[in-house]
């Protein structure tokens, strides 16, 4: 659906009625987004930065660094040195409705711009709460040859393909001479005291039907382990597995590669990023 003028988005509603925090100082621009402006005695403004229909979040390249099995936390925060850094946002399907449940896969360099690729420091995974929302706690990232300052993160909706893409920080010099820096993933940002806030909303490539009141994940008919094989096995949903457990499903065996609580969805052939087949 095309952008309709005078009316108000979903996501609009959804970021008005989800403000907190105080009046934003932006870095190097950008749009501020209205839960930012609550806090001050004012009315959260509209922000028409989404409306039905938007293009999904892009893609970019995976890059080196990425292992699987990281650990689920929201704070990636440790002792060492390092710019305390917030980053927080919703994710969306295409009508504009949060998506819950959805599992974010972040990982980035430290302070001095290393990649952990012995433990799982500046590692970690999450899945969006009831309201389709997600936060992260860690340190703004240091830079490395040959790159801007960026994010990695694999998004995925239950059922759904993995979006795998990177975040940008406005102002930065790099960014105007890293050939995979793109500014549809710049991240608005904001310094709050020590802290840096920065918010990015998702756009995923997922169907929504406007006017569904519930944006929780539908159960997926899954089509494996042949047409006469029901779908039955160890794994259940509500279950909290993790890595190295193993299931069955539909008469296929799978390891479990993230610890994570099962639900409806969330089947092991339909979330190659929780489930590998063995
Ligand atoms: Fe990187």
């Not at 159960?219 to 006469?228: S, Y």
Request: glycine content about 12%; overall charge neutral.
């Amino acid at each position: 659906m095309p952008p309709s003028d005078g009316m108000i988005s979903r996501k609009t509603v959804l970021k008005a009625a989800a403000a907190l925090g105080v009046a934003p100082l932006l870095i190097g621009g950008g749009v501020a987004l209205a839960r930012e402006q609550a806090g001050s005695g004012q009315a959260p403004g509209l922000t028409p930065d989404c409306h039905d229909g938007d293009d999904p979040t892009i893609e970019q390249i995976e890059g080196p660094y990425f292992k699987p099995n990281s650990p689920l936390r929201s704070s990636m925060v440790n002792d060492g040195p390092g710019t305390r850094l917030t980053v927080s946002g919703y994710v969306f399907g295409r009508a504009c409705l949060p998506i819950s449940g959805v599992l974010l896969d972040f990982w980035q360099a430290d302070d001095g711009g290393n990649y952990d690729n012995v433990g799982f420091t500046f590692r970690g995974h999450q899945f969006t709460d009831a309201n389709g929302a997600y936060k992260l706690d860690t340190i703004v990232p240091g830079l490395y040859p040959g790159r801007t300052r960026h994010l990695h993160v694999k998004v995925q909706a239950p059922g759904r393909s993995i979006l795998t893409t990177q975040l940008y920080f406005p102002g930065e010099p790099r960014n105007n001479t890293d050939t995979i820096y793109d500014p549809r993933l710049l991240m608005n940002v904001r310094q709050n005291g020590q802290v840096r806030e920065a918010s990015f909303d998702f756009v995923l490539d997922v169907p929504q039907t406007p006017g569904t009141p519930s944006p929780t994940p539908t159960p997926t008919a899954t089509p494996t382990g042949g047409p006469t094989t029901p779908p039955s096995g160890t794994w259940a949903p509500g279950k909290a597995y993790n890595a190295g457990d193993r299931v069955t499903y539909s008469g296929v065996s799978y390891v479990c590669l993230q610890a994570h609580t099962s639900m409806v969805g969330w089947e092991p052939p339909n979330v190659p990023a929780l489930w590998q087949r063995s």
